[in-house]
C-alpha cells in the first residue's frame, strides 16, 4: 500500500505504521526517525534540524524535500510506503505530488488519525521511546510500560522521554500541528484521497484501514 497517515502527534500514526508494516512489508517512512537519527549522528543535516525539533517547531520545507527526494527513490519502497509525519506541511504535500508523478507512484489513500486533544496530551506526556536509533519501539508508562528498570524490552536500551515531550515543547508541536499540517486533511479531501478514522485501538485502526482501501 502506498499512504500518508495524517494527525496530530500522539495520534498513533508511528504504531500504526508498524503494524500495517507487519502486515504487507510497506515500508515505514518516519521524517522524525530519520532527523533524530542524523541528530545522533551530528551529521550536517541533523545539526540544522537540532533547533527547530528541540522547541517543537518545524524543520524547513527545502530540507524535508531533499530528504524525501533520496529515500522516496530507493528500491525498497517499491513494496508500498507508509509515510509517517510528511507531508507536514502544503507546500510539502505540493511537493510530494509533484515527486511521485516523476517517479511514477499514485498514492492509495491519506488516512486522518482523527483523536480527541485531551487523549492525545495523556499520550504524549506518558510516552517513552527505547533511545537505540535501530530500535525506536515506543511504550507508555500507563498502557505499555518498559522492563521495571526502565530498559526497553526488544533491545534492553533505556526508554526515555523525548527532548520534543516536555510540557512546553507539546504545547508548540499541538500549535504547529494545527496551524500547518491540520490543512492537509482539506487538501487530501480535495484529492479524492481522504480517510478519516476515529477509532482509539491500533490493532482496530489497522483493520479499518486494510477494510477502507479494498473498497
Ligand atoms: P515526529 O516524530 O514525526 O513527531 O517528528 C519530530 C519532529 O521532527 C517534529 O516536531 C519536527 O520538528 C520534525 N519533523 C518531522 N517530520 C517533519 C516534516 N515532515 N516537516 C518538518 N518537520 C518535521
Do not use: W
Not at 505504521?17 to 522524525?32: M, R
Not at 542524523?38 to 540544522?48: I, N, P, Q, R, Y
Not at 527513490?73 to 511537493?95: H, M, S, Y
Not at 505499555?144 to 515543547?169: H, I, L, M, Y
Request: aromatic letters at 4%; charged letters at 30%; proline letters at 6%.
Amino acid at each position: 500500500m502506498r499512504i500518508v497517515l495524517l494527525g496530530a502527534p500522539g495520534a498513533g500514526k508511528g504504531t500504526v505504521a508498524k503494524s500495517l508494516t507487519e502486515f504487507d512489508g510497506s515500508v515505514q517512512i518516519s521524517t522524525g526517525d530519520i532527523l533524530r537519527n542524523a541528530v545522533k549522528a551530528g551529521s550536517e543535516l541533523g545539526k540544522k534540524a537540532k533547533g527547530y525539533m528541540e522547541s517543537g517547531a518545524l524543520v524547513p520545507d527545502d530540507l524535508i524535500m531533499d530528504i524525501m527526494e533520496v529515500r522516496m527513490k530507493e528500491p525498497d519502497c517499491q513494496k508500498g510506503f507508509l509515510l509517517d509525519g510528511f507531508p507536514r506541511t502544503i507546500p510539502q504535500a505540493e511537493a510530494l505530488k509533484k515527486l511521485l508523478e516523476k517517479i511514477g507512484m499514485k498514492l492509495d489513500a491519506a488516512i486522518n488519525l482523527d483523536v480527541p486533544t485531551d487523549v492525545i496530551l495523556d499520550r504524549l506526556t506518558t510516552r517513552r521511546t527505547c533511545s537505540n536509533p535501530d530500535c525506536q519501539e515506543i511504550y507508555n508508562i500507563k498502557s505499555k510500560p518498559p522492563k521495571p528498570d526502565g530498559t526497553c524490552f526488544k533491545c534492553g536500551s533505556p526508554a526515555v522521554q523525548r527532548a520534543d515531550e516536555t510540557e512546553e515543547a507539546i504545547k508548540h508541536r499541538l500549535a504547529t500541528y494545527n496551524e500547518k499540517t491540520a490543512p492537509l486533511i482539506d487538501f487530501y479531501k480535495k484529492e479524492g484521497l481522504l480517510i478519516t478514522i476515529a477509532s482509539l485501538d491500533s490493532m482496530q485502526i489497522r483493520d479499518d484501514i486494510i477494510k477502507a482501501l479494498k473498497k
